[in-house]
């Protein structure tokens, strides 16, 4: 009796979700609802869940809401010698900050906020770009894994990864629907949200240029000429917003790579991703992130086919990236990436139904491990 | 019509040279910092510690404070 409520409970939901897009988006909305429910009730030994999820670089984008950018970088703090806010890229403080000025919000709630708003979106979206690449997976299951996978524990806390990953799936279903001017916007608002944002913006554009158009059997010169001039639009707005950024920091501290150079603050100096890699198993408290790099790796070899490519461009870009100055935080920026999410709720929802259901226990399981450990502040999801 | 594309495309091209000549101009200033020696040496070119910057912007600093 009780089995053949929760089968009914399924069978609404998931025809709640195929009915239309607004069905879907309410779907997304109550599972999204769900994941935060149960991240509401493990963060209680931490007082609430809005504090509780202020961590690590929290600490950054609060200052920057609450005093902005310094001229100075931190002299006198012994636990961030030198260090300076310019690291962090303008765009989510600044819709924190307007957020908590309209909804008279304190600075972590209003963070908070932003990501809970904007995490239903980033799945939507990144449903959207498989329906334009004519992937059907399950609405419910796809909502679901999206809310259980152990790695998206940044998109409900007071970081940057929810509207950076908004944008970049914008970008890429704006240009698949053949909307390059909202794509430009999409990416002079990336390059402003992320160090990485710009550098998407190039593999982007690259892309376009080098895809084939829908109606391929009409490739003229014209469409050539188009091509090459969506490509360099996308580029130069990429540059814009980029160049807000540069010339803001000019303004405050004379330096406008600031954002770059600050990072030897963290010891983070360019060197070949593969010397990174060995130099974190050497040390103990690195090795965990030595491991993250290889799954990495693993993970995007397996995205290397021609129906991933995309996924495996810009993944694989920003991975080599990040590893060049050091492995800490890559399992944040390839594992939370949506491209990722993306690739791999696609690879578990095509097995069976019996190995979906053992993978969504399993992400569950995983999942209240790493908010648990992203509540302690521990190094390894950092 | 073909006129109006015409245009339409000679806007866009302007569009994407105004856009590319402001990348230029932030890049260009980008390059060429106006920050302390201090700064150069720790954040631009590494040739002093951590702990050397942070000593000598905090003797400049009280330089200037009365």
């Not at chain 1, 600490?59 to 703090?77: K, M």
């Not at chain 1, 963070?111 to 239903?120: E, F, K, R, T, Y």
Request: charged share 15%; with cysteine.
């Amino acid at each position: 009796m009780q089995l053949r409520m929760i089968n009914n409970i399924f069978k609404l939901v998931r025809e709640t979700a195929n009915r239309n897009y607004k069905g879907f988006f309410i779907v997304i909305s109550f599972v999204c609802f769900l994941g935060l429910l149960l991240s509401t009730l493990l963060a209680l030994p931490w007082g609430n869940f809005v504090s509780a999820s202020c961590r690590w670089d929290c600490f950054w984008y609060s200052d920057i809401v609450e005093n902005g950018y310094s001229r100075l970088p931190l002299l006198y703090d012994p636990l961030r010698p030198a260090q300076g806010a310019w690291a962090f890229f303008p765009l989510y403080p600044l819709l924190t900050r307007t957020t908590g000025y309209f909804l008279a919000l304190n600075t972590q709630s209003a963070g908070l906020l932003v990501n809970i708003i904007l995490w239903p979106f980033l799945i939507f979206l990144c449903y959207r770009d498989l329906e334009l690449r004519n992937i059907h997976v399950d609405r419910f299951l796809f909502s679901a894994l999206f809310v259980v996978y152990p790695f998206n524990i940044w998109y409900t806390a007071q970081y940057s990864e929810a509207i950076y990953g908004v944008l970049l799936m914008a970008a890429i279903v704006t240009l698949r629907s053949e909307r390059v001017g909202l794509a430009a916007l999409m990416c002079a608002l990336l390059s402003t949200s992320r160090p990485t944002g710009f550098i998407m913006t190039i593999c982007l554009s690259a892309w376009w240029l080098f895809s084939t158009p829908r109606d391929s059997k009409n490739f003229i010169r014209n469409a050539v000429y188009r091509r090459i001039s969506d490509s360099l639009l996308l580029v130069a707005a990429g540059g814009a917003g980029l160049s807000l950024f540069v010339l803001y920091l000019f303004y405050v501290t004379g330096d406008g790579f600031a954002f770059a150079h600050v990072e030897i603050a963290w010891n983070k100096k360019f060197c070949f991703f593969v010397f990174n890699i060995f130099r974190a198993f050497k040390h103990k408290h690195e090795r965990a992130f030595g491991i993250y790099a290889l799954l990495s790796t693993l993970v995007i070899g397996k995205m290397c086919s021609r129906k991933w490519w995309l996924n495996a461009l810009l993944v694989g870009t920003t991975a080599l990236l990040a590893s060049s100055t050091g492995v800490q935080s890559i399992e944040r920026y390839v594992f939370a990436n949506p491209l990722t999410m993306q690739f791999l709720a696609c690879i578990t929802l095509s097995c069976s139904r019996r190995l979906i259901w053992i993978a969504l226990t399993v992400m569950i399981i995983m999942h209240i491990a790493t908010t648990l450990l992203w509540y302690k502040e521990s190094i390894l999801v950092i | 019509m073909v006129q109006g594309k015409y245009f339409s495309d000679m806007i866009r091209i302007k569009f994407i040279f105004l856009l590319l000549s402001f990348d230029a101009f932030s890049f260009i200033k980008g390059l060429k910092p106006h920050v302390s020696r201090a700064y150069r040496d720790y954040y631009i070119l590494h040739s002093i510690t951590n702990d050397a910057y942070l000593n000598a912007t905090r003797a400049e600093l009280s330089k200037v404070k009365p």
